[in-house]
Nanobody
Framework: QLQASGGGLVQAGESLRLSCAAS????????MGWFRRAPGKEREFVAA????????YYADSVKGRFSISRDNAKNTVYLEMKNLKAEDTAVYYC???????????????WGQGTLVTVSS
């Protein structure tokens, strides 16, 4: 089970950190990622972190502004978002897939989503 948190209302240029806590004892074996769905748009990939070596992957739209990390001891993955823009407004979902990278496969586990609203 995945539980996302940390969303909220911020102004453009501000920062926010999302967290996703996972239950279970095998968190380190899961590729983790963040996706988002903006109003009226399809869901899109945002960032992912490898279960093998903590390699990270980003959508071009967030490179240099967003940073994904994980703490296996806390069963938690984070998304640090800086210099937020109005176009980052969306519901953000964390996702996971065991022994796979979510950047290369559609994850089977999803959190409930947390809303990020960026006012311009």
């Amino acid at each position: 089970q995945l539980q996302a948190s940390g969303g909220g209302l911020v102004q453009a240029g501000e920062s926010l950190r999302l967290s996703c806590a996972a239950s279970g004892r095998t968190f380190s074996t899961y590729g983790m990622g963040w996706f988002r769905r903006a109003p009226g748009k399809e869901r899109e990939f945002v960032a992912a972190i490898s279960w093998r070596d903590d390699s990270t992957y980003y959508a071009d739209s967030v490179k240099g502004r967003f940073s994904i990390s994980r703490d296996n001891a806390k069963n938690t993955v984070y998304l640090e978002m800086k210099n937020l823009k109005a176009e980052d407004t969306a519901v953000y979902y964390c996702a996971a897939e065991r022994f796979q990278e979510v950047v290369t496969t559609t994850p089977s586990l999803w959190g409930q989503g947390t809303l990020v609203t960026v006012s311009s």
